[in-house]
């Protein structure tokens, strides 16, 4: 008897610890190979909650070149603040991730309209 296939939600933290992208808790269930810069950036800001630069870089599960790379440019666009030794969101950065929640919402709606067209035309084209 074959074994059924894990769901998404099950596989996706052994993907994630590969590298691999899936969507947040955004009702995304794709699984694609890289992430963009906007959710790069997006896994840095929700993070920045008081952690220290290595805790957030763990959290936004990137490696050390490309977090600092992306931390550093969230500090010049004031995205994010350093105090002491911890780093935290300012309000243009929550600004940011609401826009960022907004697109992803947007593009599941999209997503789900193009499915919806598909199941229309399937085998009538």
């Known amino acids: 008897m074959r074994e059924k296939e894990p769901k998404v939600q099950e596989i996706s933290s052994v993907l994630i610890n590969r590298g ?40 936004a599960n990137l490696n050390y070149g490309i977090f ?15 105090r002491g030794d911890e780093y ?13 929640k907004e697109y992803i919402r947007c593009m599941t709606e999209f997503e789900n309209i193009k499915k919806e067209l598909d199941t229309l035309f399937v085998g009538k084209i």
Do not use: P, Q, W
């Open 20 to 59: 691999a992208k899936y969507y947040d808790s955004y009702a995304h269930n794709e699984i694609r190979k890289k992430r963009d810069c906007y959710e790069v950036m997006f896994s840095i800001l929700k993070n920045c909650d008081g952690k220290k630069k290595t805790k957030l870089m763990y959290a």
């Open 68 to 82: 600092t790379k992306y931390l550093s440019k969230l500090e010049k666009l004031n995205y994010i603040t350093l």
């Open 88 to 100: 935290y969101l300012t309000e243009k950065g929550r600004e940011y991730i609401t826009k960022y």
